[in-house]
Each structure stands twice: as C-alpha cells, then as structure tokens.
C-alpha cells in the first residue's frame, strides 16, 4: 500500500490529539517527515536493523513494567496509549535509512533462528510505516481526550489513506458506495459492542463478586499449637521502626486480634472493615480520639501490591504521612490498607498506656470446651478468681514467668490431651503462641475479658541506619486483656525468647541487612511522594541505552541520498527521450489502476494488459507507438522531427479513442 | 573520413542469421528459442554452455550450426582419462630434423564441440581457459594465436554427478551463455520421428555461410547501439546479483559485457538497429544465473542462481 506524504504525521498528530499528548506527538510528527528534505540517509546493516529491534523491544517492555508497576492491571491502557513512541524508533530508522523496508530477520527472533539453521535462504522484510500507522490508529482509540470524535476522526483519516490507494480501474462512485457501506457497518457495529457491553458488564461484575466472597474471612491466625520439630523463623527485615529523638520505644506492634480459638487456630469471626476519616490531603488518618500529648514513632514497611495489614503500636490514634486510597479498621482494631504505593513510611501518633481496642464482647469470655476443665481447674488452683483483676493479672504473669521457659523445639503431644493441657502441665516449655493462647484463655477462665494478639516485637536496633528494625522472627503474639475498663498487653513469654531466636540467624546476616538497606532507600526514594509522582526513575535507566544507541546511529556512515527526480537523474545521465508523448499514455493507464511493475518491460506490460482485456487499442500500441517510442529513447539518434510528430500523433490519437 | 553506412551490413548480418537459422530448424525442430541463443552467443563472440538431460539434442545442435558454416568442426568427447595435450596438441620431437614439431589438437578450429565437458579432470578442462578467454594457446613458451571464428559449444549432464567433475568458476565465467533445451511439444516429437525414419536430416545439411559471413555477421552486432541508460540498467542487474541474500559470488563486469554484446547481437537478429530494454531482459537469465555462486544454505531452501536472475529482473527498475 502506498503511504501518501505526511501520512505517518498525520497519524501521530492523530494519535497525540486523542490521547491529550499532542506536545509529544508534534516533534515526533516533525522527526518523521523531516528525511523528506534532508539529503542524507543512514547506511545500516541487517546486524544494526536487529540490534535496534531488539532495543525497541527492551524499550517496550521496560514501558510495560513501568506501567504495568505504576498503574497495576490497568497499565495495559497506559501501553496502549504508549505503544507508537515504543515504535517510533524502529519506523524512524527505517525512513533514515537507506532501505525502504525492514529485514524480518530483524523483527523476529523465530525468523532469525529459521535463518541461522538455513530453514529460510530469504526472509525477506516489511515496510513497517502502515503498520505503525494502524499502531497510532489504535492507541488513539485507548485516548479519551476527544471520545466522540474518535470514531469520525479515525474513520476520516483511514478513508484519506484508501482514498490515495483506491483502485483507478474503478469509478469513483463505485469506490465511494463501498467505503460508505464499510463506514456505516463500522459505526452500526460500534453502537452494537456498546450495547453488548452494557449488558454483560454487570453479568460478568456479578459473578466475579460472587466467586470473591466465596473466598470467606481471610484473616485468621494458624498457630503452630500441637506441631512438632524446630520451628523455622525467617531474618527478613518486614519494619523499620524510628521513635522520636530521646522517646522510649513501642515494645509491641499489633497488628491483628482474634477472638475465638479453634482446632489451634484463631479466629476473627467479626470481620467488618470500616473506612477512617481522611485529612483533606488524604495521608492523615484518624482512629481514636486524640489527646494533647501523643508518642509518636516512624515505620516504615512494604506493602505488596499496594495493601496489607498494618503493624501499629497500641494505642495508636492517628496515622501521618500514609499515602493510600483508604485505610480500614476492624471491630478487633485491625488496621487494613488499600491502593497504597509498595512502601510506606508513615507516622503513628499514640498514647502507649492507653489501648484504643473497641470494648469487650462476649465473644472475649469464651473458653472452648474442650479446654473448659482444663483452665477453671488452673483458675482454681491459681487462685484467679479470688480478688481484683488487677492482682489476677500479675499472679498470671507470675505463673509464667516462675515455671515455664521459652522453646521453640515443639514435642509430641502426649496421647489423649491436648497440646495446651501438655504445655501447660507436662512439658512448661513453648514458644510465645502457647503463652499468648494459654494466657488468654487462663484469663478468660478468671472472668477476665481477653484477645488473642498477634504483631511484632520491637528489639533489634540497627548502628546502620540508626533505628530499629524488625524481622519477620520478630513476630510474635500477646494477650490484650481487659482491666479496669481498658485493654490491657500481657505479654506472658519469657523474655529469653529474643535471644533464642537471634541464635538461629545466619552468619551473612549483616551482609544482607546492608544490602535490605539499599534495597529499601531505593524504594522509598521511588515511592517518596504521592501515587501520582514522578515516576521518570525507569527513564533514567533507559537513557543511558537511548544515548549508546543514538551514538552508535550517528557514527553510522551516512550516504547522500540519490534523488529519484528527473532533473538530479539527468546530471548523472542523459535520460534521452524523457519528453516522450508515450508516457502520456503510461500516465493515463496508471491513473486507471494499470500501473507498469518496477521490472517491468513496456511491452511486456501492455501485452499483460492486452491479455487481461484491460487495454483497448493495444495493436496500434505495440505496432506502432512503442516501436517510434524505444527508438526515440534508446536510439543514439533518437526521433528526427517527423518521427515524433508521427508519435504525438499516434499518442493523440490514442488518447482519444481510448478516453479511459 | 566518412562512416560506412551500417544499413548494407546489417542488412546481410540479418540474412545471414536468418539463412543459419533456418538450416539449424531442419534439424531441430521446436527449439527455435535455444538456437536464437545460441547464434546470439556465436555473433556476440561468446561460448555457450548447453546443460540437459541426455538425448534432447545438445550434440545434434551443435553439429547442425557447424555444418551450417563452412567452417572447421572438432568434437571431443571429454573422458576422465583425457589429457590437456589431447586437447591442446602436443611438441613432438622429429629425428630426421631433430626439430620439435608441434602438432595441433583439436582446439585449434573454428567450431569446437566439447561434450560431456564434466567429465574430464578440471586440469584438462582448465586447459581450454586460455582458449576460450583469449582466443590463443601457449605452449612451450610460444604463443598460438586461434583462428578468430574460434567457438566453443560445451555440453554437460547436470543430473549425473558419478565420475563427473563440475566446471570450475572461473571455467564457468568463460562461457557467455548457459541454457537448456528442454523437451520439446508431442507433436514435435512426432516431426522429428518422421523426419528421421528415412536417413538422420544432419547427413543432408548443407553449409549455408562461410566464414566471412559470419566476420561480417560479428561486424554488425558491433554495430549495434546500446544507449547508456541501457548500459546502466545492464550495471545494474549485475549489481544487484551481488547483493543478493543467498548468493556467495554475484556476477562479474565479464558478465555485463556477455549481456551487452548479446542482447545486441538479439537486436540484430529483430532487425532492429538499437538494442531494447527487452533484449537485455530477454538474455539475462543465460548470461547471468551460471555465474552466480550460491549459498549452499540457500540451494538447499530450494533458491537457485535462475530464481536470483527473475528476483533482480523483477527489482531493478527497467528503463522505458
């Protein structure tokens, strides 16, 4: 197909105008035309054509993992709407370059391979400008600057591009019928897609609903209760913990609470996430009331996918510098964000005595039965039952702390009891899930409100970055307990267990601290601001290759290009005869849609179209026209002035009987 | 100094080409288009390299055009055994003069039939190099120059690679032309059964030129024009052979100058006085596809030198 000039132009200004990116697209328009009044052209290899495919391929993904990373799913709109720069250079090259067509070789790795293994002698190549023209035709349909006017706009330029095509064997109004039935099935088709999409959306919305909630409460805590063997615990660094200069650290960090426990596992029956109150710039978040004179501490953690629980300390009553959609509290205090960048560093502002946990319910005087005996005979002998709350509490912890140790080498469970009833009458010895489990079922047992909590402890200070950091082995879990009409931390695990479990951490550990360092500052520095930051950090790693590349184009031998006009032609060569009165009649039945191939002799092709029943008067043609004519150009003598009045006769008279 | 007129001789190169022609149809019938080729390479100056299946007449053409011309015929059946001085001649020592005489081959003739050319060592076929390139023979430090009408017609069997050695390239160069006859029509066949029924139509051929005739003949295909967009496009199809995935070695200026001297040598034979861009087109094939050296990646995708020539023909923009 020919591409009139200007229409690879036309297509990005088009392209540029739909997707509100005209400034863009004006230089790119200028950059793609400008070889039509240079006189120079690139002289580049088959080797230069596929190390430049290939860039535009790097390019095009690394635009894909840039926007798929900016914008989730959604990206594939942004790539749409990206997809003609991702292009340009390779249909760029092709217009600077001497050739009028790039080597499949270069734009397919298959075709390579096919040639390397000599499958292909001869892949031949592809002239990539229409192509990128329906690229810009469809990117522009991803724009929604103009949507109204995509439809009309596209239809009007594609007709332009057929419209230089069109077949001149044909009458116009033949060829007009044609494109205004293609035009008018496209915009039928178009109202018809709109219709069918209203009406499966909501199908497709539904069901997809459906299957989601199938998928129950996803928050529930599996203790490792009744397993056996050494538990595993990982060094990898999950928070990064800043108190204010000279304040004390929070010592826990919740994240979550359960209330009903069963089958060694922890429940949050009642799970409800309401959304927080925002501040107009949408990064402050209330939860509680706030007093005059708040703790506050800095903690930064990864989000995945841009949500998560997050990991506070209690008593936590306002959120600072947290940039996301929305942050979500449970019943139980858990605290949940969505559409948030991958890390966060923000401030929680918190009162450490005072717990913001919403009050007590039933739910949290529940023993299990099968643990019911077990506890009120523990109750009984404890003497939990007897006097204040307050004293019951430190006679729990007192239990704890004299007679049991820390462990994390599970044993078997002794056969006919329970993991809990081997913990705490046989082995006394456990990790911080029997003590938080056991704790908060002793307390229960006492008439003693009480959760199960789970989050991290805040212990390992770092001399590297200068504040605290927590592991993923730091995790651990409590009792929330309610007394004297507030909730309460009872931490009832000995407190050897941060040495034990620093033991198990690897001898490269410092390497990898230093190197999570990094890796965080990085990504927080790529997250510094808001969602909608600048994210030109991945244009700043495509630079350096976009400058190797422009470098490696512009050392490139450049040849001049040779003009295909008559009057350069003629500096180099006499082209005798070129004022012959038979190229009128070639004019003419090019203009019909008759054209004469590039190898193609003229009397070959007047007998092709003789054959072909498209030529009328083709025996004066070949007998008497083009023999006047091949001597008049081929000739050294060429035509005395009688022959080529005898040919512009002859040509005349052609001419007018064969108006067509 | 005035010009002859060239009108006169091309006049009689034209009679002459057409009275050859006709003699040679006595015998071959329905290869009108072979034996154009072939008296295009005899008045262009060139050899020709007939390449077919046994039995489609590369001998019997051959002897038809020697006997049309009262001129000198040799035959030499090439045979792995055959030697250069089997070919060239050889120094003999004579007793009674106590000289050294030299005592011709076959090569020195006007009209050379080398067949089953692949057959002999390329040493011996080498010896026909000089020959064919220079029309001369050096031997024993003397230079013996060939008679000017000197003409090789070579025929191999492309289909038999037991005991056969190809020609080598530079062998191949050598010759101006390479084609086939093919078979011809059923009904041809029949014609040529019946024409043979009696006694073989060769024995009755009689000469129909001499060998001025033909020096004239060579004369007017000299004379013909070739207009320098012509020469251009003809630069450029070699060109473009060299440039072509799939071919090793492209064409030589040796090439481009067989192209020329041909398609004039076709221009006379249409009674034309300038050579056409159909001329040029028509001759191509012959004169290049031999020449080229071909990938052998691509020989074994099914890409041969023939399907190279019609790509280029099809892509360099022919002059109108």
Excluded at chain 1, 184 to 210: H, N, S
Excluded at chain 1, 252 to 278: C, D, G, I, K
Excluded at chain 1, 414 to 419: D, G, S
Excluded at chain 1, 424 to 433: K, S
Aim: hydrophobic fraction near 45%.
């Amino acid at each position: 197909m020919r591409l009139v000039s200007g229409t690879l132009a036309a297509a990005l200004v088009l392209w540029g105008w739909h997707n509100g990116l005209l400034l863009v697209a004006a230089p790119l328009a200028v950059i793609i035309e400008l070889p039509r009044w240079t006189p120079w052209r690139w002289q580049l290899s088959d080797k230069d054509f596929q190390r430049l495919a290939d860039a535009s391929t790097v390019g095009f993904v690394l635009l894909a993992a840039y926007q798929f990373d900016a914008h989730g799913a959604s990206g594939i709109y942004a790539i749409l709407r990206w997809l003609p720069v991702a292009l340009f250079p390779l249909v760029a090259t092709q217009v600077y370059s001497t050739r009028d067509r790039i080597d499949y070789k270069a734009l397919f790795w298959s075709v390579r391979a096919a040639v390397a293994r000599g499958n292909i002698a001869d892949p031949g190549g592809a002239d990539i400008r229409l192509t990128f023209v329906v690229v810009c035709m469809v990117s522009a349909s991803g724009g929604a600057a103009h949507g109204s006017l995509l439809l009309p706009s596209v239809a009007a330029f594609t007709v332009w591009i057929l419209w230089s095509n069109r077949p001149r064997r044909y009458a116009g109004a033949h060829w007009a019928c044609a494109v205004a039935l293609a035009l008018a099935l496209c915009f039928v088709l178009k109202a018809g897609t709109l219709q069918a999409r209203r009406y499966i959306e909501p199908l497709a919305m539904a069901y997809l609903q459906d299957r989601i909630a199938a998928r129950g409460d996803p928050y529930r805590a599996y203790t490792a209760i009744g397993h056996i063997g050494e538990l595993k615990v990982s060094d990898r660094i999950v928070l990064r913990v800043t108190p204010e200069p000279g304040a004390e650290k929070p010592r826990l960090l919740h994240q979550a609470s359960y209330q009903s426990f069963a089958r060694n596992m922890w429940v949050s029956r009642r799970t409800r996430f309401e959304e927080l109150p925002s501040s107009a710039v949408g990064t402050a978040w209330h939860i509680a009331e706030e007093p005059a004179h708040m703790a506050s501490v800095s903690i930064g953690t990864y989000l995945r996918n841009g949500k998560g629980l997050l990991a506070v300390p209690g008593g936590t009553r306002r959120l600072d510098n947290l940039p996301v959609d929305g942050v979500y509290r449970n019943a139980l205090g858990a605290l949940k964000v969505l559409e948030g960048p991958e890390v966060v560093n923000f401030r929680a502002r918190y009162t450490p005595l005072e717990l913001t946990d919403p009050a007590p319910e039933a739910g949290d005087l529940i023993v299990p039965k099968a643990h019911e005996k077990l506890f009120t005979e523990l109750v009984a002998r404890l003497q939990l039952d007897v006097g204040d709350k307050g004293r019951a509490l430190e006679r729990v912890r007192r239990f704890f702390a004299r007679n049991f140790a820390y462990s994390l080498d599970l044993q078997a469970p002794r056969a006919q009891a329970t993991p809990l009833a081997d913990f705490l009458l046989e082995w006394r010895r456990g990790h911080c899930e029997y003590f938080a489990t056991s704790t908060v079922l002793l307390l229960r047992a006492a008439g003693i409100p009480a959760r199960y909590a789970t989050g991290y402890s805040v212990q390992e200070y770092s001399e590297i970055e200068k504040r605290y950091l927590v592991r993923r082995r730091h995790a651990h879990s409590w009792a929330l307990a309610w007394v004297n009409g507030a909730w309460r931390d009872v931490d009832t695990t000995p407190a050897g267990w941060v040495a034990l479990e620093s033991a198990q951490s690897a001898w490269w550990q410092p390497v990898y601290d230093v190197g999570s360092w990094l890796a965080f500052l990085f990504a927080e520095w790529r997250w510094e601001e808001t969602e909608e930051q600048d994210r030109s950090w991945m244009l700043w790693l495509v630079l350096p290759l976009l400058l190797i590349l422009g470098w490696r184009m512009a050392r490139r031998e450049r040849v001049r290009r040779e003009r295909q006009s008559a009057g350069a032609e003629s500096t180099r060569m006499v082209r005798q005869g070129a004022d012959s009165a038979f190229f009128a009649i070639e004019q003419r039945l090019s203009a019909a849609g008759h054209e004469r191939r590039s190898g193609e002799c003229a009397s070959t092709w007047l007998r092709r179209l003789a054959q072909s029943g498209v030529l009328p008067g083709a025996a004066a043609l070949m007998r008497e026209i083009l023999p006047l004519h091949y001597r008049y150009r081929f000739h050294p003598a060429g035509l005395d002035a009688d022959g080529r009045r005898a040919l512009e006769a002859a040509v005349r008279e052609w001419l007018r009987q064969n108006p067509v | 100094m005035s010009t002859p007129d060239p009108e006169p001789l091309w006049s009689s190169a034209a009679d002459t080409y057409a009275r050859i022609r006709d003699n040679i149809g006595k015998v071959m019938r329905g290869q009108s288009q072979a034996v154009r080729k072939l008296l295009a390479a005899f008045a262009a100056g060139g050899h020709v390299l007939l390449e077919d299946v046994p039995g489609t007449g590369k001998t019997t053409l051959a002897k038809a055009l020697a006997r049309s011309i009262d001129a000198d015929f040799q035959r030499i059946q090439f045979t792995p055994d055959l030697l250069p001085a089997d070919i060239l001649g050889v120094s003999l020592f004579n007793q009674r003069e106590q000289v050294f005489e030299f005592h011709q081959g076959p090569v020195f003739t006007n009209i050379l039939l080398a067949d089953e050319i692949n057959r002999a060592s390329p040493r011996t076929q080498s010896a026909l190099l000089e020959a064919m390139g220079e029309g001369q023979v050096s031997l024993d430090g003397v230079r013996r120059p060939l008679d000017s009408l000197f003409f090789v017609i070579a025929t191999q069997n492309p289909i038999e690679f037991q005991g056969t050695y190809p020609l080598p390239e530079a062998q191949m160069d050598r010759f101006a032309l390479r084609f086939s006859l093919g078979y011809v029509a059923a009904s041809e066949e029949v014609q040529i059964l019946d024409d043979q029924s009696a006694r073989h139509p060769l024995d009755g051929l009689e000469a129909v030129s001499d060998h001025d005739d033909i020096e004239r003949l060579r004369d007017a295909v000299r004379a013909i024009a070739i207009a320098d967009e012509l020469k251009r496009y003809v630069v450029d199809l070699i060109v473009a052979t060299r440039e072509t995935d799939g071919v090793l070695i492209g064409a030589s200026p040796r090439a481009s100058l067989a192209v020329m001297k041909c398609a004039q040598a076709l221009a006379l034979f249409d009674g034309g006085e300038f050579v056409t861009p159909e001329h040029v087109q028509e001759i191509a094939g012959p004169v290049i596809a031999h020449r080229l050296v071909m990938d052998p990646q691509a020989r074994y995708s099914g890409h041969d030198a023939e399907s190279v020539v019609s790509k280029v023909l099809d892509q360099v923009p022919v002059p109108t």
